[in-house]
T-cell receptor
Framework: GENVEQHPSTLSVQEGDSAVIKCTYS??????FPWYKQELGKGPQLIID?????GEKKDQRIAVTLNKTAKHFSLHITETQPEDSAVYFC??????????????FGSGTRLQVQP | SAVISQKPSRDICQRGTSLTIQCQVD?????MFWYRQQPGQSLTLIAT?????????ESGFVIDKFPISRPNLTFSTLTVSNMSPEDSSIYLC???????????FGDGTRLSIL
């Protein structure tokens, strides 16, 4: 089955700096890669996603890049703010053609933005 | 995006009892899933809730322990049966319309077993 690895497990940055979180996946059939932010006591919230037919997607301070050949994708947060502090999860989905449509999650990255 | 509500938000239960968690979506969705998240850990898929048929369980999860219902396209339940302290966890429901469309999560049910 699919395996998603995520690094680093913890990341501390100064306010205003950039943060980068990286994930690799094992199955080349995966074609959808969302990123979730989870705050304490809340469920995961989708912040950005990318499909395998594009290499990069940006939404304000957040961007995701995908390298299908290397089977890795990354989350980039620029101009970090204290409210960006949370746990971030990457995930991968194989898509309908394989019948397994649920997400496989990475292990999570705890991001702390120091004011 | 779909809004997902889970009930209860938290509970403390006695060993050997069962608890049913409800998941309500504010619109019809194709897919609903149940995940478990142990404290400080990632999310692990328990099962896919299939409308009108038996749920599809992942390795390590069985129907007798985690029976699931999905009577329509907006509602599902997960029962945690014969609970033990090892079942203490957060149980999360998610929903989406296809495998490469966004899946959204409820805020989870925080379950503690004494």
């Amino acid at each position: 089955g699919e395996n998603v690895e995520q690094h680093p497990s913890t990341l501390s940055v100064q306010e205003g700096d950039s943060a980068v979180i990286k994930c690799t996946y094992s199955d080349s059939a995966s074609n959808y890669f969302p990123w979730y932010k989870q705050e304490l006591g809340k469920g995961p919230q989708l912040i950005i996603d990318i499909r395998s037919n594009v290499g990069e997607k940006k939404d304000q301070r957040i961007a995701v890049t995908l390298n299908k050949t290397a089977k890795h994708f990354s989350l980039h947060i620029t101009e970090t703010q204290p409210e960006d502090s949370a746990v971030y999860f990457c995930a991968a989905s194989m898509g309908q053609r394989t019948g397994r449509r649920a997400l496989t999650f990475g292990s999570g990255t705890r991001l702390q933005v120091q004011p | 995006s779909a809004v997902i509500s889970q009930k209860p938000s938290r509970d403390i239960c006695q060993r050997g009892t069962s608890l049913t968690i409800q998941c309500q979506v504010d619109s019809q969705v194709t897919m609903m899933f149940w995940y478990r998240q142990q404290p400080g850990q990632s999310l692990t898929l328990i099962a896919t809730a299939n409308q009108g048929s038996e749920a599809t369980y992942e390795s390590g999860f069985v129907i007798d322990k985690f029976p699931i219902s999905r009577p329509n396209l907006t509602f599902s339940t997960l029962t945690v049966s014969n609970m033990s302290p090892e079942d203490s966890s957060i149980y999360l429901c998610s929903a989406g319309d296809s495998s490469n469309q966004p899946q959204h999560f409820g805020d989870g049910t925080r379950l503690s077993i004494l």
